[in-house]
């Protein structure tokens, strides 16, 4: 029986222009009303989330930035903050090349070591509030979470990143041309183990929906894992199903799916 769902965002329950799809908040709603708890797992920061979900925000849980950020039942039970050294660490190397650009998140700001006109927005990497800064900010800053813009080369560059610093973050594609910068020991995954434990419930109790690499480890833990369409082809390999693309509100036909067979 299927008592969780973690979902992914960006490429998977939001729809094509980063919208939640008419009639999702009435799902999370039956889903908690069936004793099926839901939790959005993102790169993205708890406000935006929070703000997406607001009229259903009391319904659900959230893991943010790529967990370093968990909120369960409205209190925040997790926060992960970036080693500043390390962070220095990160910024020298990007910098060493001239085709990869750092941005910085805090709770609300976004940090950008280079000119905005280098980066291009996509997907979760919307850049809010961008604030234009030539060097680390200050130890004071808690950093939650670090993305790399490349030019070109992606797969070149994260490999390049992960040679450099393998013992400081995991390097993770995401969309056509950022990195997500995790760090060591914090991932989606992390993020979704401390909501479960709240909850009581196994993993083997959970349905994970994901496209990009960064959700590779939430489906490999899932009970039941579902692949988007669009997806990434090696998170479509160690998924147990295949579904459509967000674009079709995939997620939101599987969701109403499960519902009418819990009745």
């Given at each position: 029986?299927?008592?969780?769902?973690?979902?992914?965002?960006?490429?998977?329950?939001?729809?094509g222009?980063?919208?939640?799809?008419?009639?999702?908040?009435?799902?999370?709603?039956?889903?908690?009303?069936?004793?099926?708890?839901?939790?959005?797992?993102?790169?993205?920061?708890?406000?935006?989330?929070?703000?997406?979900?607001?009229?259903?925000?009391?319904?659900?849980?959230?893991?943010?930035?790529?967990?370093?950020?968990?909120?369960?039942?409205?209190?925040?039970?997790?926060?992960?903050?970036?080693?500043?050294?390390?962070?220095?660490?990160?910024?020298?190397?990007?910098?060493?090349?001239?085709?990869?650009?750092?941005?910085?998140?805090?709770?609300?700001?976004?940090?950008?070591?280079?000119?905005?006109?280098?980066?291009?927005?996509?997907?979760?990497?919307?850049?809010?509030?961008?604030?234009?800064v030539?060097?680390?900010?200050?130890?004071?800053?808690?950093?939650?979470?670090?993305?790399?813009?490349?030019?070109?080369?992606?797969?070149?560059?994260?490999?390049?990143?992960?040679?450099e610093?393998?013992?400081?973050?995991?390097?993770?594609?995401?969309?056509?041309?950022?990195?997500?910068?995790?760090?060591?020991?914090?991932?989606?995954?992390?993020?979704?183990?401390?909501?479960?434990?709240?909850?009581?419930?196994?993993?083997?109790?959970?349905?994970?929906?994901?496209?990009?690499?960064?959700?590779?480890?939430?489906?490999?833990?899932?009970?039941?894992?579902?692949?988007?369409?669009?997806?990434?082809?090696?998170?479509?390999?160690?998924?147990?199903?295949?579904?459509?693309?967000?674009v079709?509100?995939?997620?939101?036909?599987?969701?109403?799916a499960?519902?009418?067979?819990?009745?």
């Amino acid at each position: 029986m299927i008592k969780l769902i973690a979902s992914d965002m960006d490429g998977t329950f939001l729809d094509g222009n980063e919208c939640v799809p008419e009639g999702s908040y009435d799902l999370v709603m039956r889903l908690r009303d069936a004793g099926i708890q839901f939790v959005a797992s993102s790169g993205r920061r708890f406000d935006t989330l929070h703000e997406l979900f607001e009229p259903v925000v009391d319904c659900m849980d959230f893991v943010a930035s790529n967990g370093a950020q968990v909120m369960v039942a409205g209190e925040l039970v997790d926060l992960e903050v970036f080693s500043h050294a390390a962070v220095k660490r990160l910024a020298r190397v990007v910098d060493m090349f001239d085709t990869m650009h750092l941005a910085l998140f805090d709770e609300t700001r976004s940090y950008l070591l280079d000119d905005e006109a280098r980066f291009e927005r996509e997907v979760d990497k919307n850049l809010p509030n961008p604030v234009r800064v030539f060097d680390v900010p200050s130890p004071q800053t808690s950093i939650l979470k670090a993305s790399v813009y490349c030019d070109d080369a992606v797969m070149d560059m994260a490999y390049i990143l992960t040679r450099e610093l393998d013992d400081d973050f995991v390097f993770a594609p995401s969309g056509r041309k950022w990195i997500d910068v995790m760090q060591r020991g914090v991932s989606k995954a992390t993020g979704i183990q401390q909501v479960l434990d709240a909850h009581g419930i196994q993993a083997s109790e959970m349905m994970a929906f994901g496209d990009s690499m960064n959700d590779y480890e939430i489906l490999r833990m899932a009970g039941t894992s579902v692949a988007m369409g669009n997806a990434r082809s090696a998170i479509k390999q160690i998924a147990t199903k295949v579904i459509g693309t967000n674009v079709d509100r995939s997620v939101q036909r599987e969701l109403h799916a499960l519902l009418e067979g819990a009745r």
